[in-house]
């Protein structure tokens, strides 16, 4: 007799669930008047596990960086500019609040795409990292180009944790200070 069939997970369900951790933030961010994920509650003390469920929540958009004026809403300085996380209005419904007019009237203001040394930083912040061709792909670097930025973050102070798989490719990620 055939192994029996066991059904697959419903991975859009699974993708959708809204941990502890990323409740506790995206309310955090629901409650600020400009939507800011920043700064950070301060009964969040495990590192590692907050910037899990950041990069998490910025691959699902559930939280978006965007260039800021307000110096305590920076969650990073990149060329002179300064970028913040925010909830955006699909957070918001993650966790079933009415999205702040506010941050939606900005998001329409700044609908410029984040810059390419941000979207490199995003892709690092996953919990699988990204590949060199991940990075270039999303960029549309070539390969030394690409390169030359990991060392640039390094250089600005990011921690890179570097993995490779038994005959697969090369995965970087920022891991947490």
Not at 100 to 128: D, F, M, N
């Amino acid at each position: 007799m055939g192994a029996a069939l066991v059904p697959l997970p419903n991975w859009e369900a699974l993708m959708s669930t809204v941990t502890k951790t990323q409740s506790l933030l995206l309310h955090h961010a629901a409650r600020r008047e400009n939507g800011s994920l920043f700064p950070l509650p301060e009964d969040l003390t495990h590192p590692p596990t907050i910037r899990r469920s950041v990069a998490a929540m910025l691959g699902r958009g559930w939280l978006k960086a965007r260039p800021t004026a307000d110096q305590s809403a920076v969650a990073h300085s990149e060329n002179n500019e300064r970028y913040g996380v925010f909830i955006t209005p699909e957070g918001c419904a993650a966790i079933n609040v009415k999205a702040h007019e506010v941050e939606v009237e900005h998001t329409a203001r700044v609908a410029q795409p984040a810059t390419k040394a941000a979207q490199v930083i995003a892709l690092l912040l996953r919990e699988e990292g990204a590949t060199l061709t991940d990075l270039a792909q999303a960029t549309g670097w070539l390969p030394h180009t690409t390169r030359a930025a990991l060392t640039s973050l390094r250089k600005k102070g990011h921690h890179l944790a570097k993995a490779k798989q038994p005959g697969g490719p090369t995965f970087y990620r920022i891991i947490a200070q």
